[in-house]
């Protein structure tokens, strides 16, 4: 193409709304243009980027067996009341009505969908497995948009759905896909790309992996080993504690500590450190604001999503009030009154020790001496803790995990049954009987990727293009 026949254009100043470096170079460069927050016009240049990622992406899809097929972007509210997800998704989805008064929403993600079109009235497990894409606009009403095409409310995403008569064969076909992801980033041209094993949030399944390109302006925390492979986000990640018991425990003494709330106060008052404490974390749960007092060790954060996973229902910090019956600054293990139900949890960090130091549930008084054995026998532990930049690997065991930054771009999970179970889809087995597939979710963010290849490689001129994406080569 002769550049006097193009539409291109470049602009010489920063981007003044733009907070990210690849936001700011693909405004400057001509490539984007934003119409609204979180909704970019792709121009010409951008386009062409855009486009040849998804060669790359159909190319290898295709290898891996997969078919392209296209869905609606406007689909029937109650396709997602009937998965249970339309509540889980709340004011993130696009409503709308059409002129008959019926409810749609402009599509946030396709299970559902797919689910349905892959439904066939008689059908075998001769007829599996089989994998289903498409490269669609998706559409989520992002609280605060930001960083450019990494964080929007319309984006362009590759999907695809995998069916599968067993647990064996989707394991199988997952590893193919991982591999053809990790072909993907290499030939998009950020080979430095890692998979880590993830949380599934909302998209449900027991088995995941994000595709993170590791990057300082990166919106997720990735937890990396550097003594073997070991790669999980921050909410997968268990936390390990080493810390043994002291030979001998002291005996539970309740001590005066008048203006001592928090526990760093509480530490400088008995002259010790916060991994020797037990702090309360107190929540509420969204569905009915019954209390949940979460007791971890003092030096450590609580990882919500470790937490709601556990509760199976979504939680909000606590309104401490006076006729809940838990003293706010000196909550603590030992006599703990909560007016009403409440759920009480401990972290696996407080299992088996000794000698801490805690709130004594009564106005300006803290217990020290606290055994978690002799004080609390009746505890059960669980992982609710973030891990820490320096702690134990959970594959190798040694103390070489490392915190990093990095962009999502890619996932991939087993989600079992979720859909086909509340889509109601089923097939006759071998045996005559009914039986229900097990799916396979696999996606691929184009426009966030070629954003956060711009992240990676970039000068103070713009963007630096891998040669297999590059607009032009001239």
Known sequence: MKLSNSFFYTIRENAKDEDSTSGNLLVRAGMIKK?????????????RVLKKIEEIVREEMDAAGAQELLMPAMIPEEIYEKSGRREAFGSNMFALKDRYQKNYVLGPTHEELFTMAAMMKGSSYKDFPYNLYQIQTKFRDETRPRYGLIRVREFTMKDAYSFHTSQEDLEQYYEKCHAAYERIFERVGVPEVVSVKSDSGMMGGNISHEFMLLTPVGEDSIVLCDSCDYRANMEAAENISDIARDTESAALEKVYTPNVHTIEDVCNFFGDETKNSCKAVVYQRNVDDKYVVLFIRGDLEVNETKLVNFLGEQVHAAVITEECGLNA???????????????????????????????????????????MERDVPNAEYH?????????????????????????????????????TKSMNMTYVDANGESKTPIMGCYGIGVGRLAASVCEAHHDEYGPIWPKAIAPWQV
């Not at 909560?338 to 004594?360: F, I, P, Q, T």
């Open 329 to 371: 600054g000196y909550i603590g293990p030992v006599n703990l009154k909560v007016n009403g139900d409440a759920v009480v949890l401990y972290d696996k960090s407080l299992e088996g020790r000794n000698n801490l130091s805690c709130g004594a549930n009564e106005a300006e008084h803290h217990y020290k001496g606290l055994d």
């Open 383 to 419: 992982d609710f803790a973030k891990i820490q930049e320096g702690g134990i690997c959970p594959k190798c065991g040694k103390k070489t995990v490392k915190i990093s930054r990095g962009i999502e771009v890619g996932n991939i999970f087993q989600l079992g049954t979720k859909y």
């Open 35 to 47: 119409s609204s927050s979180g909704i970019y016009m792709i121009m010409p240049m951008g386009k």
